[in-house]
């Protein structure tokens, strides 16, 4: 158990909705990254919030956005779904900042289906 | 250019013995990590070891070790005596740079590990 919990588990959406996910990081820890993994690929990194700002961001469109509050929980929104967005959604989260090992730890992940 | 490889995309193994995962990674930084995780079918990804560029000592935790060959660009895991519950999907991700602008994981594209009673 990572105490990393990612909502809802499973999620099926039509093209052209709008999806939120949700992630509760693990106490003590301000960092919270987002990935998406396509199916039989690795992970690819979306984002990443410090402290509620964003701290970096991977080769996504702008309809990928992302919130972070101050009990450092984080938001995933995707506007406009498309058909490839359809995938397993990860929440890891990270000390953050000045911590060179800085583990990330993940939740179960949000598997997203876009008919 | 893969930044990270990992060429073995399927691996059977015997219950008991140990299997070696290949990963090699590409990187012009001085400072970077290695990282192991093990993704079960459930999707959860289960941290397993971490290795620094400047650490001196292959890292171990308990059953898993890194054979980590600095000037080969080669981190691969080590499972010893493996055990039925080690069959998954297991992927090598390297951070490149320690400073507080590097954040993310790159990753390979895995290998999967099944473990044969």
């Known amino acids: 158990e990572t105490g990393v919990t990612q909502s809802p588990t499973h999620l099926i959406k039509t093209r052209g909705q709008q999806v939120t996910l949700r992630c509760s990081s693990q106490?003590?820890?301000?960092?919270v990254s987002w990935y998406q993994q396509a199916l039989g690929q690795g992970p690819q990194f979306i984002f990443q919030?410090?402290?509620?700002?964003?701290?970096g961001r991977g080769n996504f469109p702008p309809r990928f956005s992302g919130l972070q509050f101050p009990n450092y929980s984080s938001e995933l929104n995707v506007n406009a779904l498309e058909l490839d967005d359809s995938a397993l959604y990860l929440c890891?989260?990270?000390?953050?900042?000045?911590?060179?090992?800085?583990?990330?730890?993940f939740g179960a992940g949000t598997r997203l289906s876009v008919l | 250019a893969q930044k990270i490889t990992q060429t073995q995309p399927g691996m059977f193994v015997q219950e008991k013995e140990a299997v070696t995962l290949d990963c090699t990674y590409d990187?012009?930084?001085?400072?970077?990590?290695l990282f192991w995780y093990k993704q079960p079918s459930s999707g959860e990804m289960i941290f397993l070891i971490y290795?620094?560029?400047?650490d001196e000592q292959n890292a171990t935790e308990g059953r898993y070790s890194l054979n980590f060959q600095k000037a080969r660009k080669s981190a691969n895991l080590v499972i010893s005596a493996s055990q039925l519950g080690d069959s998954a999907m297991y992927f090598c991700?390297?951070?490149?740079?320690?400073?507080?602008?590097?954040?993310?994981?790159?990753w390979g594209a895995g290998t999967k590990l099944i473990i044969k009673p």
């Open positions: 290795q620094g560029s400047y």
């Open positions: 890891a989260s990270s000390l953050g900042r000045g911590v060179a090992k800085n583990i990330q730890y």
């Open positions: 919030y410090y402290r509620e700002e964003e701290n």
């Open positions: 991700a390297m951070r490149e740079g320690l400073g507080d602008s590097n954040y993310q994981l790159i």
């Open positions: 106490s003590g820890h301000n960092t």
């Open positions: 990187t012009s930084d001085q400072s970077y990590g």
